[in-house]
């Protein structure tokens, strides 16, 4: 009896799912295929009108959607949304990139004006580290004291006392003094160059005045000196050779009148 039980419960269980049948409508197949991915293709458009139109489910189906067959509305369609949001999508990645790109041309920029213009990497400009920098060596690291170095005590006491010692410290700082102006000040990398420039051949010129000076001075106190001797008997006046005295020279003269 529990046999029989069992059997017929196993039968109320399986003869449901036995009597299920698969539904194969075309006419959804086609409604899926055109709103997925294939063509909207009117002539799957079903049920047809039939022969004459006399099919009355066309009439029953389409009668209440006529523009139905005529409007492509495949989301993915030439048209659809979906492919006019994915093209929004992508218009709007090029408009990103654009801007993105002429940010980081305006960064770029802003950061080279910054650089060109900016003391704060004067020092590291190309031509200041190979040039310029060797060139004012000697005014940047100038000491007062060794100004005087390797010269006499009388031409050091005679720059001292005439001022010129003093009028080359002045020169000197005034240079130093624009030179610091224009490697702080806020300048274009050209004229900053160009000041560089004008300073070095300024700087030039004062050393090539100072040396001469202190040449000259050398000479003057060698001069002065001699001269004192002279004066002085100290240091007996040399004849040269083809010296002749003021009444050698007369007679010479009146010698040759007499011929």
Known sequence: MKHYLLAAALFALIAPAAAQQVIRDQHIINQQERMVFKQWDRKKFTPTSGFLGLNPNYWLTWAWHPDYPKKDLRPLGPIGPQTQRLAFAAAMQNTENAYKLHADTLKNTAVTEAVNYSAVFSTADPLWLLYYRYEFEPLLNQQEADLLTGIAVKERDYLLRTGVYDWYREESAGIRERLDGAMNATLDRGSRILAYHRLFLEYRRLNTS????????RKFLSLTESAGKMKSREQP?????????????????LSKSKL
Do not use: F, P
Not at 210 to 217: H, L, P, R
Not at 242 to 253: E, L
């Open 237 to 253: 006046i040399v004849q040269r050779e083809g010296y002749r005295t003021d009444r050698q020279i007369a007679d010479d003269i």
């Open 210 to 217: 100072w040396e001469a000076k202190k040449q000259y001075a």
